[in-house]
């Protein structure tokens, strides 16, 4: 069997698309990155220690009850938490952008 030599670039980028959504799995990234998913799990393992943490970002929004008025404190912690998913969404498309780039390029047609 043939080992394929990925990138830094490509493994770095892998991680962060998997990392990137705790629903994310090794399967479905690696079936939409044309990577194995045992290859992904060694990478995100290997960053994981490289950075010393064992488990991925949790945390869910608090969600308002009905007839509580918004204050300016919860209306700052929604607008950080819709900030931060936007970060994260484009980080998903530039790290796709970047591995259909380098699947384009790998074809000889």
Known sequence: ??????????????????????KNTFEGVGKDL??????????VR????????AA????SPQAAQAGEVASDDVLKEEN????????ELET????LRRAAKYFAGETSW
């Open 92 to 95: 998903e498309r530039e790290i």
């Open 1 to 22: 069997m043939v080992m394929k030599v990925y990138s830094a670039e490509f493994r770095a980028d892998a991680v962060a698309l998997y990392l990137s959504d705790p």
């Open 56 to 59: 991925g970002i949790s945390g």
């Open 46 to 53: 290997a960053e994981r220690a490289r950075k010393g943490h």
């Open 80 to 87: 950080k938490q819709l900030r931060a998913r936007i970060r």
């Open 34 to 43: 044309g990577i194995s998913r045992e290859t992904l799990r060694n990478w």
